[in-house]
Nanobody, 121 residues
Framework: QVQLVESGGGLVQPGGSLRLSCAASGSIFSIYVMGWYRQAPGKQRELVATITRGGTITDADSVKGRCTISRDNAKNTVYLQMNNLKLEDTAMYYC???????????????WGQGTQVTVSS
């Protein structure tokens, strides 16, 4: 059993900052790519940023220069530092991780339950 638990969402004014965290726990042999996705009401889920175990980052153009993804492999945790938040950043933010639970098993993509980020004046 694997769980991803997000935290750090909330209500913030435009221009403000938030730091999201996502901790993976359970039967974990290895974690490959970890990332953040978001889904606004009425829209499809979209990539925010991903980071490999080695630290290679992919991020969306919409957040470049404002959001920084990082991870602590020892803690099985991924972070998303979001600065200069805009109204359009309002969404449910989901953590995703490709996790191998056994040495001989293939990695599987797990999702967290989501944490709400609301940017409003």
């Amino acid at each position: 059993q694997v769980q991803l638990v997000e935290s750090g969402g909330g209500l913030v004014q435009p221009g403000g900052s938030l730091r999201l965290s996502c901790a993976a726990s359970g039967s974990i042999f290895s974690i490959y790519v970890m990332g953040w996705y978001r889904q606004a009401p009425g829209k499809q889920r979209e990539l925010v940023a991903t980071i490999t175990r080695g630290g290679t980052i992919t991020d969306a153009d919409s957040v470049k220069g404002r959001c920084t993804i990082s991870r602590d492999n020892a803690k099985n945790t991924v972070y998303l530092q979001m600065n200069n938040l805009k109204l359009e950043d309002t969404a449910m933010y989901y953590c995703n991780a490709e996790i191998q639970t056994q040495p001989v098993s293939a990695p599987f993509a797990y999702w967290g339950q989501g944490t709400q980020v609301t940017v409003s004046s």
